[in-house]
């Protein structure tokens, strides 16, 4: 194994999984000096009973819930995160929990901003001026889909990003009461975020042991519980593991910034609207079958990820990296299962492949070439492996 | 790969790694908001100049407030108490431990008075009295075992008292590890040896103890994998700044492993022998190791055979039947210890009865013995061991582990 | 944006197991002093702690117990049921001569030289309906301690050995981590012992 000459790695959230997790909430506020929790949730999730449970964590506890503030639906905006900061000071609340994940996380981190810094915009921050102080804590509950973007550093409000290391959540607290998925689509998309991130941290031209070590449980988890998961969304031991997986993959994500899948993902659903869980789960078969035809083989690490060391110690040094591609690619395409099979049945126009094959090399950065991008893109498109 | 029924984990320790690292800390401090550190230290890692190697490689980025380089091998709350008046006095913000785990541990106790208040450590002693965030504390490890500077805990003796405290709280995890090999490059052979050995039972014992967890497993076998392929190669070649690279991060990634998973007999015998016997720890470490592994065969054989993984390499795994993997992990580690035995020509010792100190005499009398295996049950690494171990399975294991015998079933 | 929309919650109660817990508490702290005079194995652990040493295991830390107020207003006999806001404590005492006490659940005007929290009700809950072992509860941070931890790790020992005389074996199996084996303690001692324990520690 190869340390690289240098690397920065850092993994900022605590994660707190299992039975009894939720009950572990107020002793977590507790040791951030925190007795008044802001609680930050969409509406379906309210819907389906998820927050009475929440509430009945707290019992016998010295927690009041300041509010649930439950309207959010499957966008994060300043209106919202505004009301909910006005709420946030009213009360005096002095934590914030995030019960859900993608939209909620983001306006709870949003919140947190506003709230801390008592400000009614996030204007400055998109102009650039840095965040002052280490802000309220933030406790994320997942639940629901996600969009990868939990536990990292950004925050996507009104469709503009912001990053800074004060928007970490301070903790994820997984459990099974919570992550367990009520639609086999909405947890194919999560595990697609899932797998792309994981991927690209496996395969990154400069690795680092540290996101390797990070990276490694999320994809062993996800090999291993993604099709108990599909064939019974609700079993709570597979959704609590995928839970662990994507906070894993988002964290290591954090530490290796996007990379070409989840690039030319976002161009495509940024072109087309579909959503990046679905993007992403229809490139990746593709796109991994195309990995293994360059000339540069991937590390082993991946192959000993997915195949887990009794089998990649039984397989011939020389195959691990292609057989790796394989097992990640038979991955991918379990979620097709699920998800649609190409982007021509997404109905998605071929004219619009060339521009989003250009934007993603052009946001890649050098990365990949647009060449690479727009032969995916055929690919996924006519579904031809 | 197991998903525990419940576990947490938590190393908020931004890590920089590599061998220009030590530059790089002005533009971190910055980042986190102060600019007039105090150095913290001790005699030796300043006689071996050390510490001026970090401040030159910092160079104009700041201004250094004041350098405390008085940390006793032994500290206690008083080193503390005192630094952090001097902390005071020169208007630092800022802590940066250069050392190894007393120095780190002295740091974490100063930046806790220092941050929240108060004259002396003692009023915050006990569980949650330290719930704010602190003051940035920055780590350069000198030796590569320790993983101190990823553990969540600060251990500070009280001679009054004669007890040994523990500061357990998130926030006293340092802000920043910086892992340069400049900084072990020094290093003598056999402390390499026994240091690198205290990291590999870190990463064994979390991955065979009761917190076990996917990723504290997976941080651990990185870990042991780094240290079987380069441990050897830089005691006999001490200038092999890769390798020393690849050993620090092998400290690291167990300290990472061992702090959210904690460790059990091993450590448990090896903190009673320091105690009573004044046994350096990498040592009785590389002693007990074997023992700790094969007297836990009886509840945790599948998680010690998988270790033979990163020990031995895929090759040799996928060779050896399931039921024999144990046993070759227990064998390879005791390869290795006589393998570091001979490459240091004797410094490194194998068991209790060749641990010498300073004036040659032996530290471990047999006599003693059965004192050892009583005073056992007094440590904490006793409960997340998965074998129970009272005072008469301690005695047997510790003759043993004197005499150097395999420890027979 | 109608801010009553968005209500305040108070954290309500788990009354059956706040009842169960205190029961259990009260049932460990009554046999472990008559344990001590008993069992050897208890005496030798118990005289591992310095004399004029009080003790305790609580269910939620002291500060997270709600209204204090009316528990002061209340007479000692009622606040000291373990049902009240005090909640769920189990104190013991060893006195100047090294005896045992068990002291109720009144934490007033007394000072710990250890103290054993469980972090939530359901925390305790896993370790008293011995779903978890003790050993097991302390590696999943189930309660924490403070004070001096080997006197903590010797408390543990005590509480393992009363369950294995309090409890029928297979459920005292699930909840210590190695069942004493014949020869460390044999069915005789174990079955007088257990009458004993129970005669003298709930006659009274
Ligand atoms: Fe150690």
């Not at chain 1, 004060?166 to 367990?180: A, E, I, N, Q």
């Not at chain 1, 993603?360 to 996924?380: N, P, Q, S, V, W």
């Not at chain 2, 092999?240 to 959210?260: C, H, K, P, V, Y």
């Not at chain 3, 779903?131 to 941070?141: F, K, L, N, Q």
Request: net charge neutral; proline share 7%.
């Amino acid at each position: 194994m190869q340390i690289p000459d240098s690397y920065e790695f850092l993994l900022y959230p605590k994660i707190v999984s299992g039975r009894c997790a939720l009950e572990n909430l107020p002793t977590e506020l507790d040791g951030h000096n925190a007795q008044k929790p802001l609680v930050i949730t969409s509406q379906a999730l309210a819907r389906s009973g998820r927050t009475k449970a929440l509430i009945k964590a707290f019992y016998d506890s010295a927690v009041v819930i300041g509010a649930i503030f439950d309207p959010v639906l499957d966008y994060a905006g300043i209106s919202q995160a505004r009301q909910a900061a006005r709420l946030f000071g009213n009360r005096g609340c002095d934590a914030i929990i995030a019960l859900g994940g993608g939209p909620v996380v983001a306006l709870a981190k949003a919140v947190n901003l506003l709230a801390s810094e008592k400000r009614e915009t996030l204007q400055p921050y998109y102009d650039g001026t840095p965040i002052a102080g280490p802000l309220k804590p933030l406790i994320v509950v997942p639940s629901g889909p996600t969009d990868g973007q939990e536990a990292t550093p950004a925050m996507t409000v009104d469709n503009r990003t912001i990053v800074s290391d004060s928007l970490y959540p301070g903790v994820f607290v997984l459990d099974g009461r919570m992550t367990s998925a009520d639609d086999g689509r909405d947890l194919a998309e999560s595990a697609a975020i899932t797998l792309a991130q994981a991927f690209t941290a496996l395969t990154m031209a400069r690795p680092s042991p540290m996101v390797d070590a990070l990276a490694h449980p999320a994809l062993a988890l996800l090999a291993q519980y993604l099709a108990p998961a599909l064939r019974r969304p609700a079993d709570k031991t597979a959704g609590l593991a995928l839970a662990n997986a994507a906070v894993m993959a988002s964290a290591a994500s954090a530490n290796t910034g996007p990379g070409l899948f989840q690039v030319l993902a976002a161009a495509l659903a940024d072109a087309t609207g579909i959503c990046l869980g679905t993007c992403l789960g229809i490139l990746l078969p593709f796109g991994m079958a195309a990995l293994q035809k360059a000339d540069q083989p991937v590390r082993d690490e991946l192959c000993l990820c997915l195949a887990g060391t009794e089998r990649y110690s039984a397989m011939a040094a020389p195959d691990r990296p292609v057989r790796g591609l394989e097992l990640a690619a038979a991955l991918a395409r379990e979620l097709q299962a699920v998800l649609p099979a190409s982007l021509k049945a997404m109905r998605v126009q071929h004219y619009l492949l060339e521009p989003v094959a250009r934007t993603a090399a052009e946001k890649g950065a050098g990365g990949f070439t647009a060449d690479e991008c727009r032969a995916i893109l055929t690919r996924a498109w006519e579904a031809n492996a | 790969m197991l998903l525990p029924s419940f576990y947490d984990f938590c190393c908020r320790v931004r890590t920089l790694s590599g061998i220009d690292t030590l530059e790089q800390i002005p533009r971190q401090l910055a980042r986190l908001r102060a600019a007039h550190p105090m150095i913290v230290s001790d005699k030796g890692v300043g006689a071996a100049g050390l510490i001026d190697k970090v401040v030159q490689a910092m160079g104009d980025g700041l201004k250094i407030g004041a350098v405390y380089d008085q940390v006793p091998v032994d500290s206690d709350y008083k080193v503390v108490d005192d630094a952090a008046k001097v902390y005071r006095r020169n208007g630092c913000d800022a802590i940066i431990a250069i050392g190894g785990g007393s120095v780190i541990d002295t740091a974490k106790g100063i930046n806790i008075v220092v941050s929240l208040g108060g004259d002396s450590l003692l009023a915050y002693e006990g569980f949650g009295a330290v719930n704010r965030r602190l003051r940035p504390l920055v780590v350069v490890p000198t030796t590569a075992g320790t993983g101190s500077e990823m553990t969540l805990v600060a251990v500070i003796a009280d001679p009054d008292r004669k007890i040994k405290m523990l500061f357990p709280s998130y926030f006293i995890l340092p802000d920043l590890a910086v892992i340069d090999p400049r900084m072990t490059q020094t290093l003598p052979d056999f402390l390499t040896a026994s240091t690198a050995m205290d990291a590999m039972t870190h990463a064994c014992e979390a991955y065979f103890c009761l917190e076990k967890n996917p990723l504290s497993d997976s941080f651990a076998l990185r870990a042991i994998r780094l240290i079987s392929q380069h441990l050897l190669e830089v005691v006999k070649n001490p200038g092999d700044l890769n390798g020393r690279l690849a050993l620090a991060n092998a400290s690291a990634m167990a300290g990472i492993a061992f702090s959210n998973s904690m460790v059990g007999m091993v450590h448990n015998l090896g903190h009673t022998v320091g105690a009573l016997c004044h046994v350096p720890h990498g040592v009785a470490m590389s002693i007990f190791l074997p023992y700790g592994l094969a007297y836990n065969l009886g509840k945790a054989a599948d998680p010690i055979g998988e270790l033979l993984f990163p020990l031995a390499g895929p090759e040799v795994f996928a060779a050896t039947p399931k039921k024999e993997r144990p046993a070759k992990v227990i064998a390879h580690i005791r390869r290795m210890n006589e393998d570091l035995h001979a490459a240091t020509g004797g410094k490194h010792p194998r068991c209790l009865k060749e641990v010498t100190g300073r004036d040659g005499s032996q530290l471990v009398p047999r006599s003693l013995l059965p004192a050892i295996a009583e005073a056992t049950l007094l440590d904490g690494a006793r409960l997340t061991n998965p074998e129970e171990m009272l005072p008469a399975d301690a005695l047997p294991v510790l003759e043993h582990a004197w005499e150097g015998t395999p420890l027979g079933r | 944006m109608h801010i009553e929309r968005y209500p305040e919650l108070k954290p309500g109660r788990k009354w059956i197991k706040r009842f169960y817990l205190s029961i259990m508490l009260w049932t460990v702290g009554k046999a472990i002093p008559v344990a001590a005079k008993v069992d050897k194995e208890i005496k030798k652990e118990l005289d591992k702690l310095p004399d004029n040493f009080t003790l305790r295991l609580m269910i939620l830390p002291e500060r997270a117990l709600g209204p204090f107020f009316y528990a002061k207003m209340l007479p000692a006999f009622v606040a000291d049921k373990g049902l009240l806001p005090y909640g769920m404590q189990m104190i013991i005492h060893k006195d100047k001569e090294g005896k045992l006490h068990y002291q109720g659940a009144d934490p007033r005007g007394k000072k710990f030289d250890l103290s054993m929290a469980f972090k939530s009700l359901e925390a305790a809950m896993m370790v008293f309906t011995f779903r978890e072992s003790t050993p097991t509860g302390y590696a999943h941070d189930r309660f924490v301690v403070e004070g001096y931890l080997p006197y903590a790790t010797a408390f543990m020992r005590v509480l393992d050995i009363v369950e294995v005389y309090l409890l029928p074996k297979p459920i005292a199996r699930l909840a210590v981590k190695r069942y004493p084996k014949w020869s460390e303690m044999s069915p005789l001692r174990k079955h007088l012992n257990r009458l004993i324990i129970y005669v003298r520690a709930f006659t009274f």
